[in-house]
T-cell receptor, first 111, second 113 residues
Framework: GIQVEQSPPDLILQEGANSTLRCNFS?????LQWFHQNPWGQLINLFY???GTKQNGRLSATTVATERYSLLYISSSQTTDSGVYFC?????????????FGKGTKLTVNP | ETGVTQTPRHLVMGMTNKKSLKCEQH?????MYWYKQSAKKPLELMFV???????ENNSVPSRFSPECPNSSHLFLHLHTLQPEDSALYLC????????????FGPGTRLTVT
């Protein structure tokens, strides 16, 4: 089945710093999602990005499908950016088709 | 209401209780999903419904019983749970099964005592 790996697992920043989160996947995919899980547990959709680059405010994402990776950029980070960032791709795992999640990057932004 | 809603947001239940979790999506989607997220574990897909028909059941114990009366509503009926079932339960929906973006509800944080 497809494997999804995210790096780094943990990231601590000072407010105002920039960061790049990475998502590697082991097989070709036709879509990819980035989520932010806030401290209350809600998964918030950030990007639906099968390929190319998208921007939304201080966040942007780039997926290079041919090289099987995606990057999430956070600029001028704020304390409200803290939480866990997941990427997810459709694939087969354990014999079942599903949206396969990486283990996430836990981001802490300090004031 | 917009997006995907879940009730209740928090639930504490004893091992002999019966309770239900409710999910409603206001997006006109045809596929709905239940996920479980335990502490320090990745999201686990539990059930998938497409147009009210169950299409996936990922070896979930029978003490969890899903119900999908229509394409907008999804329930998870709980009975005789174990303490290890304490987790965050998330509902999601998408246009079609594994097609397009999945949108998640805020979750129900369940504690089994």
């Amino acid at each position: 089945g497809i494997q999804v790996e995210q790096s780094p697992p943990d990231l601590i920043l000072q407010e105002g710093a920039n960061s790049t989160l990475r998502c590697n996947f082991s097989d070709s995919v036709n879509n990819l999602q980035w989520f932010h899980q806030n401290p209350w547990g809600q998964l918030i959709n950030l990007f639906y990005i099968p390929s190319g680059t998208k921007q939304n405010g201080r966040l942007s994402a780039t997926t290079v499908a041919t090289e099987r990776y995606s990057l999430l950029y956070i600029s001028s980070s704020q304390t409200t950016d803290s939480g866990v960032y997941f990427c997810a791709v459709p694939g087969t795992q354990g014999g079942s088709e599903k949206l396969v999640f990486g283990k996430g990057t836990k981001l802490t932004v300090n004031p | 209401e917009t997006g995907v809603t879940q009730t209740p947001r928090h639930l504490v239940m004893g091992m002999t209780n019966k309770k239900s979790l409710k999910c409603e999506q206001h997006l006109g989607h045809n596929a709905m999903y239940w996920y479980k997220q335990s502490a320090k574990k990745p999201l686990e897909l539990m059930f998938v419904y497409s147009l009210e028909e169950r299409v996936e059941n990922n070896s979930v114990p029978s003490r969890f019983s899903p119900e999908c009366p229509n394409s907008s509503h999804l329930f998870l009926h709980l009975h005789t749970l174990q303490p290890e079932d304490s987790a965050l339960y998330l509902c999601a929906s998408s246009v079609a099964t594994y097609s397009g973006e999945q949108y998640f509800g805020p979750g129900t944080r369940l504690t089994v005592t």
